[in-house]
């Protein structure tokens, strides 16, 4: 079974105290920290790259769980595997002719690859990432457009996460987008895992039971099935 992980969305977060944050997060029960590292190209928005991570890197020993919204995730393997970075999860929409050698480098710098795929991008295209003899090692469900935060969950995507699950019950599936306490449920009973939760925790006036929250609800739905 794969284990429950509650990933805070730093790019909810005051980035002037980055560091403070990070530290905050960790102290109130977060498994992981989930960075959004956006080109202003493969989406609007533009956010961090390396150099924040690496400078986040000098004051945490956490997983940073990068999600890269750019257009050319390979440019990015070496300065993150430099950096610090964690997991680097890239986008299925502009890696269909060269998944297997980003995976590998991805591995060779000693990070963590995850696929991950827009609303409109069928749950298919990412069979063969999950099933080739050098595998991701997780799976990210937008639940939202990717690009800015904030927005509202898109429980159609759900079924999605219960064909991953189905498909593949030791995989580690991630949602990410609009995810709090009023869709937590519908997202862990489907099969997500890994919760990506921003405005939800940062915005709460008791950000530790929000994560508490999430996490009871993935092990819930866990332990009923």
């Not at 795929?117 to 990432?129: D, K, N, Q, Y």
């Amino acid at each position: 079974m794969a284990a429950a992980k509650i990933a805070p969305s730093m790019l909810s977060s005051d980035f002037a105290n980055l560091a403070s944050e990070a530290e905050r997060m960790l102290r109130l029960g977060a498994d992981w920290l989930h960075m959004d590292i956006m080109d202003g190209h493969f989406v609007p928005n533009l956010t961090i790259g390396a150099p924040v991570i690496q400078s986040l890197r000098k004051h945490t020993k956490a997983y940073l769980d990068c999600h890269l919204m750019v257009t050319n995730p390979s440019d990015y393997v070496e300065p993150l595997g430099k950096a610090g970075a964690t997991g680097f999860t890239f986008h299925i929409e502009v890696t269909r002719d060269n998944w297997q050698e980003l995976i590998q480098s991805i591995k060779s710098k000693g990070m963590r690859p995850g696929v991950s795929l827009r609303p409109g991008t069928p749950v298919e295209e990412v069979f063969p990432l999950v099933e080739a003899e050098n595998p991701v090692e997780l799976v990210l469900v937008m639940t939202v457009e990717p690009g800015f935060g904030g927005q509202k969950f898109m429980p159609e995507m759900m079924d999605k996460v219960r064909t991953l699950r189905n498909k593949y019950p030791s995989l580690d599936i991630e949602v990410d987008g609009g995810l709090g306490p009023s869709t937590i449920d519908v997202a862990a009973s489907a099969g997500a895992n890994c919760i990506v939760a921003g405005s939800s925790i940062f915005g709460a006036a008791d950000p530790g039971e929000v994560i508490s929250m999430l996490r009871r609800s993935v092990e819930g739905s866990q332990n009923k099935n």
